[in-house]
């Protein structure tokens, strides 16, 4: 009993050590294969530093550049309102001149209607038809004043274009807010990437660094349409709108 | 006596370009950044109509027209939105708020001139 007792415990230490012979075998196998890892772990290392150095890099560029839209922003802002100071003064001197030249004009008028009472007192002297002749030549302040009242009208219209495209600024600068907005995400995800490689940069990375006003508001999808089809548009939809109240105020009657 | 027309936008160009546009009328403009100074002034002044943007800080135009509208002293007080929003679910949301007219940016000088006089002349 003894004897096979033995007989199977020495089996199962050969079996025991082919598992263990196995493992070697495989170990051996395996050798060049962690040591393929380990080299390419060396190679990575410095990779990973580099990648970490340039995010660390990226990252402290990021508020200068989002601080740089905003400076451009400020000074388009500043730029549109001295310009439309400008367009402002000329708008209210041609309104003064239109005024000025109206009144020129009514008085114009009334001077031609006694120049005409005058004219028909003269009776048919040569000497005064041709005198009237050469002051009807010379009187042309009425017809000068339409010309004039023409241009100033056209001025005034050039100075609605004017504001017109202008707001090209309001449309950029809500652009650009969402610009900064994605910016700043974007620096801090990688402020974020930089704290979990190296979490002794946790410091310098806590602060965001960009200056974006907390009452800031835009519409990211904003664009400089001057045409009339997107107010046409607009007008479509609020007069739909205004037929189904209307509708629905008659069927109220009705009811 | 001038017509007080409340213009609120947190964009300082385009509320001089709104003040450009209708103060050659013969309009007086009070100038407003967001909805909340819009609500501190007008209890303390006449105002004819209003001019609002949407998007705006602390009060935006939603909820500075509903305010409006719930209010019975300013319930009356006609509402133009000037915004860049263009949508139609966002002109729907406009209008249900309580606002009279809609003006999407950039807009025609004009076109405000003649919304404006459709409510105070």
Known sequence: ????????????????????????????????????????????????????????????????????????????????????????????????????????????????EVFNEIKLMLGDSPKAKELIEKYEELNVTTRNMDELLTIFAKIRDDAYNITLSLQVQDITSQQLAAVNHLIESVHVRLSSLIIDIDDTDLQEYDSTGIEVPDDATFDPNASYDKSAERQEQVDDIINKENEQASQSEIDKLFS | MKKVILV?????????????????????????????????????????????????????????????RSNEEMKDIPIIILSSLGKSEEIAKGLSCGADSYLVKPFDPKRIQYEVAKYLN
Do not use: W
């Open chain 1, 1 to 112: 009993m003894s004897k096979l007792s033995n007989i199977s415990n020495m089996a199962q230490v050969f079996d025991k050590l082919n598992d263990l012979k196995m493992l070697f075998t495989y170990g051996q196998k395996l050798i060049p294969i962690i040591k393929s890892l380990v080299d390419f772990m060396h190679e990575t290392v410095p990779l990973l530093e580099n990648i970490n150095s340039s995010i660390s890099d990226t990252t402290s560029k990021i508020p200068k550049a989002s601080n740089q839209i905003n400076n451009v922003t400020s000074a388009t802002e500043l730029a549109t309102t001295e310009i439309l100071d400008i367009v402002d003064s000329i708008s209210n001197d041609i309104t003064k001149l239109e005024g000025a030249l109206k009144v020129h004009k009514e008085e114009s008028e009334k001077r031609d």
């Open chain 2, 8 to 68: 609120a936008d947190d964009s300082p160009t385009i509320r001089k370009f709104v003040s450009f546009s209708l103060a050659m009328e013969g309009f007086e403009i009070i100038q407003v950044c967001d909805g909340m100074e819009a609500l501190e002034k007008l209890p303390f002044g006449k105002i004819d109509l209003i001019i609002t943007d949407l998007n705006m800080p602390n009060v935006d135009g939603y909820e500075l027209i509903k305010t409006i």
